[in-house]
């Protein structure tokens, strides 16, 4: 393995885990902060489905990138956006934040093409992760729902307390 590429994808994940991770406890605490800010008083019902799809949408983006950075670590992959968008692809059927992708894996300096952005070699990397990464999405999606789930009971019984009583 190259020890450079290795290096490569150990900083990458340094940067990651510091600035883009979006683990389950922020899903948790976002949608937990929706349920404090809850109302039935106001309409903004639009804007609180629409904060609470794009937590989910980092949540997934999030865990797509763990799962390609330990396949960049076991392989010493030279992770550009390219190979990033590709595996995801191939893996996940997403794309994931084009943005955070290019800000994590992207370089300026770059001049060159990665070794590993072939679609043969995509689909060769694919081929050996496909069970595993069907796993892990199911995973993925199974988190997602339990929060919803609690979510939505906590709204419920906030609903049930604002509703009149009868006499």
Not at 52 to 74: C, H, P, R, W
């Amino acid at each position: 393995m190259d020890e450079g590429l290795s290096e490569a994808v150990r900083q990458a994940q340094g940067y990651f885990n510091f600035y883009h991770r979006y683990p389950i406890e922020r899903l948790e605490a976002d949608y937990q902060d929706e349920i404090r800010k809850f109302s039935n008083n106001t309409w903004d019902a639009p804007q609180r489905a629409a904060r609470l799809s794009a937590a989910a949408k980092n949540y997934k983006t999030s865990q797509m990138l763990s799962f390609v950075l330990e396949i960049g670590m076991d392989h010493a992959l030279d992770l550009t956006p390219l190979v990033v968008k590709r595996l995801c692809h191939n893996l996940f059927g997403r794309k994931g934040s084009q943005a955070i992708i290019v800000d994590v894996f992207g370089s300026k300096q770059r001049v060159h093409r990665s070794i590993h952005s072939s679609p043969a070699f995509i689909d060769e990397i694919t081929d050996q992760y496909r069970r595993r990464a069907e796993r892990y999405w199911m995973a993925t999606l199974a988190d997602i729902e339990r929060v919803k789930l609690g979510y939505r009971k906590k709204v419920n019984k906030a609903n049930d307390k604002d509703a009149p009583q009868e006499s």
